[in-house]
């Protein structure tokens, strides 16, 4: 996972110092496996038609998947681990104004968690199958949660 190029940020944007110690800690569950090697081909939000992307949960975690087949839709949260953590203001390509960056959808923030509603196409062992992901190949899953939708 390779750091955010501290000099790439716009013009007005507002960058802060980070502080030196974090206040707790993540376990990676997972990988995520997409068509996208970067983020500007990642598509804004996800598609539920989209490609299938595949969700590989780590051996430790195996055992955690049983019954999410049960339900249609899944919430994923994952680390978006190229966005840098340091702008507090931002200037959007698609407006050229300067946001806060809690005003905004943005990947950059101080913990690049992101949450996408998916719709779960089948189970493959210790993988699942899911439409309408919008994240680069590689991406980091922090935790799965059923959608309250279960299949009819």
Known sequence: MSAPDEAEHRPGE???????NFAASIYFIGIIRT??????AC????????????LEISPPWIDALDGVDAFAAL???????????????????SSQRLHGTFALRSPMRPNPIASSIVRLIGREGSTLLV???DCVD???IVDIKPDHCPRW
């Open 14 to 20: 507002t960058l802060v110092a980070l502080p030196q």
């Open 35 to 40: 068509p996208w090697a970067n983020r500007a």
């Open 43 to 54: 598509p804004k939000r996800g598609d539920p038609d989209g490609p299938v992307c595949r």
């Open 75 to 93: 919430q994923i949260l994952y680390w978006m681990h190229l966005a840098r953590r340091d702008l507090t203001r931002q200037s959007p390509r």
């Open 131 to 133: 439409r309408g992901l």
């Open 138 to 140: 590689g991406t980091p």
